[in-house]
């Protein structure tokens, strides 16, 4: 049997997420991480690899914690429309609540992918995918329902979501301003019938 871990996982991937999150994959060093998570370069690695290892669990940490319970919250507790205005208003305040301007890890890594990094790429894909499966079930039910309108295909409509969410976060990174934000996703959401969140 390998000896138990002595450390506390969690703090460890919180650690690591913040270091990422503050300086973006490239940029982030193995230094870095040390100072962050109080581990050794020999007991990180032992325990995730490397860094790419490291990354990629801190990643999916933070989206199991965010992205995820998110569209799973919302959708098993509101109606198809509320779900996909609770959700761009949960996105537009956790921008205006980032004091550091961070954004979101995930878009920030998709910016900062570069061509050749199929494995973060197809990481990144996938997540992007299930957010867009996410908003389509929504627009399915929510047009079987009559809560959203019909003209325009609920395909296409979760195209565009998916599209006006990733440019809504790079946007707040730049100017995290509510009425720029809210201006950003009105009209995705008039085009579909549904009003913009009342507390965006």
């Known amino acids: ?24 994959y490239e940029a982030t060093s193995t230094r870095d991480l040390v100072k962050a998570t109080g581990l050794t370069q020999p007991s990180l690695y032992n325990a995730f690899g490397d860094k790419r290892g490291l990354f990629l669990r801190a990643l999916d940490y933070y989206l199991k914690n965010t992205l995820r319970e ?32 961070r954004g979101c890890l995930m878009v920030n890594s998709a910016l900062g992918a570069a061509p050749e990094d199929t494995e973060l790429r197809a990481a990144i894909t996938d997540e992007v995918t299930q957010i867009r499966d996410f908003f389509l079930r929504c627009l399915e039910a929510g047009q079987r329902s009559g809560e959203i309108k019909k003209a325009i295909p609920a395909a296409e409509s979760a195209q565009h979501l998916l599209a ?19 201006s950003g996703v009105s009209p995705a959401l008039i085009q579909l019938g549904l009003l913009p969140p009342a507390n965006a």
């Not at 996909?84 to 004091?99: C, H, K, M, N, P």
């Not at 990174?173 to 934000?181: A, G, H, S």
């Open 1 to 24: 049997m390998g000896r138990p871990r002595e450390f506390d996982e969690t703090k460890v991937l919180d650690a690591a997420r913040d270091a990422f999150w503050a300086y973006g």
């Open 70 to 101: 998110r569209m799973l919250r919302l959708e098993s507790t509101a109606t198809p429309g509320t779900a996909i205005t609770g959700f761009f208003a949960e996105v537009v305040q956790r921008s205006l609540d980032d004091r550091e301007q």
């Open 164 to 182: 006006v969410l990733l440019g809504l976060r790079v946007l707040a990174r730049i100017n995290p301003n509510r009425d720029w934000l809210v």
